[in-house]
């Protein structure tokens, strides 16, 4: 898959990161993960957990997300227009 793509949807998503943990809701499943920061590297450990619920018009994003979920990420913080803005990026 293209880690490149970004999609927009009318949905608000959500990343958290709570104590080693992070969950993505892209307005219809949540996705968790397990990770540890080193630099500016993400490395996700243990299985990716998820809802199950179908939504067509969402379910290209939510399985580019779990792709990406599998890999280490670099990450950059942004803010614009007063908004943080995080970017991840393959390693």
């Known amino acids: 898959m293209d880690s490149r793509r970004e999609y927009r949807s009318s949905a608000q998503k959500t ?9 993505f ?5 949540r996705i968790g993960h397990n ?9 996700f450990t243990g299985d990716i957990g998820s809802t199950l619920k179908f939504c067509p018009q969402l ?8 792709c990406l979920l599998s890999q280490p990420l670099n990450f950059h913080f942004n803010i614009i ?5 995080l970017r991840l990026m393959n390693t």
């Open 35 to 43: 990770y540890d920061v080193e630099k500016h590297t993400l490395r």
């Open 59 to 66: 379910h290209l994003q939510e399985l580019h997300i779990k």
């Open 81 to 85: 227009d007063s908004k943080i803005q």
């Open 25 to 29: 809701f892209s307005g219809c499943n």
């Open 15 to 23: 990343h958290t990161f709570n104590n080693g943990r992070m969950t």
